[in-house]
């Protein structure tokens, strides 16, 4: 299942992906949308200026209590920044099942003007008989909200840096 939410962020799109780049904006990022504890794994700058990151994040735990093993769920998030095609790929993979729930998704960033129109697309997958349907539609109710944290957080952000 997906879901697609836009914004725009009044901040031209270099000072936008100018913040993606940073590991202190990444970091905080995370905190602002929930993490408990960041640690960023590796840092590879690639061909073509794109950079890759691999954080290690804990957060409250989001499954259901009599599903859950622990008030807390720690995960990766690997993502690659690519600012020539305007796209920050991202793939999350939890601690616990990570051959039953697969999260990831994809931002783009467009030039809007002085502008920056941000386009974020989440993709949930959950492989559990009968239940994964419903499971996802459950995971990717807040999307929505979460991404609104962001987008205020990344505003806050470029107009104080």
């Known amino acids: 299942m997906k879901v697609r939410f836009e914004h725009v962020i009044p901040a031209p799109v270099d000072k936008v992906l100018a913040a993606y780049r940073d590991d202190e ?6 905190k602002n949308s929930g993490a408990m504890t960041v640690e960023i794994l590796e840092v590879e ?6 950079l890759r990151k691999k954080v290690r994040a804990t957060e409250p735990s989001r499954i259901p209590p009599p599903f859950r093993k622990s008030d807390v769920d720690e995960f990766i998030d690997d993502n690659v920044l690519d600012p020539e095609a305007g796209t920050l ?6 601690s616990l099942a990570a051959d039953k ?5 994809v931002v783009e960033f467009h030039a809007d ?5 941000m386009v974020f ?15 996802e539609k459950i995971g990717l109710a807040k999307t929505e909200e979460e991404v609104e944290k962001q987008v205020a957080f990344i505003k806050k952000w470029v107009k104080e840096h």
């Open 25 to 30: 904006f990444y970091i905080e990022k995370l």
């Open 45 to 50: 700058e690639m061909p073509g200026g794109k």
């Open 89 to 94: 790929t991202w793939k999350v993979t939890p």
């Open 101 to 105: 729930f697969f999260l990831s998704g």
């Open 113 to 117: 003007g002085g502008n920056t129109r």
């Open 121 to 135: 697309i989440t993709e949930m997958e959950v492989k559990i008989p009968f239940v994964g349907g419903k499971v």
